[in-house]
């Protein structure tokens, strides 16, 4: 029993020097969850005077007034250059100038207007076609999908066909 009684001794003595090296380090350190305080309060540094006198601020204001100034003045300028200029516009007259020739000529007519016509195949193949891709997208793989395919292949044939007779 003595040999329990001087190790739980020999233990509380470690414990402790353990505990005030603890509390040593935590008092050099200081604590990460309170703000330090300061040893010594330092005087704030002090900035030194400027080396050179700022520039007056009007004289940027003078300078950018200026280049706006010119600015507009160019801008006003530059468009109105003369006709003979490449990129210019012709200038354009109040009133058009016609001659004798020019009055008895009828102006041209105009072009004749086709009727464009689709064929009924062509129409029909269209359906198919629709109905085919229909199918294919919700995956209707079965004998109903074959059937479109099968009837989108002879309107595709046909449409073909009467195509070439008509062009």
Not at 40 to 51: N, W
Not at 75 to 91: C, D, F, K, R, T
């Amino acid at each position: 029993m003595a040999t329990d009684r001087d190790e739980q001794e020999r233990q509380q003595q470690e414990l402790e020097e353990i505990r005030r090296g603890f509390a040593e380090m935590g008092a050099r350190m200081g604590s990460l969850f309170e703000p330090s305080e300061p040893e010594q309060a330092e005087p704030p540094a002090l900035m030194p005077p400027p080396a050179a006198p700022a520039r007056p601020r009007w004289r940027r204001v003078a300078a950018l007034a200026l280049l706006f100034v010119a600015g507009i003045g160019f801008g006003y300028i530059l468009p109105n250059g003369q006709a003979g200029e490449p990129g210019s516009p012709p200038p354009a007259s109040a009133t058009p100038v016609t001659t004798r020739a020019q009055a008895a000529t009828p102006p041209p007519a105009a072009p004749p207007r086709t009727k464009v016509s689709v064929p009924e195949e062509c129409l029909e193949t269209a359906e198919w076609g629709d109905e085919v891709i229909a199918r294919l997208n919700r995956k209707l793989r079965d004998d109903r999908l074959v059937l479109a395919l099968r009837e989108y292949t002879v309107a595709s044939q046909a449409c073909r066909k009467e195509a070439s007779l008509d062009g």
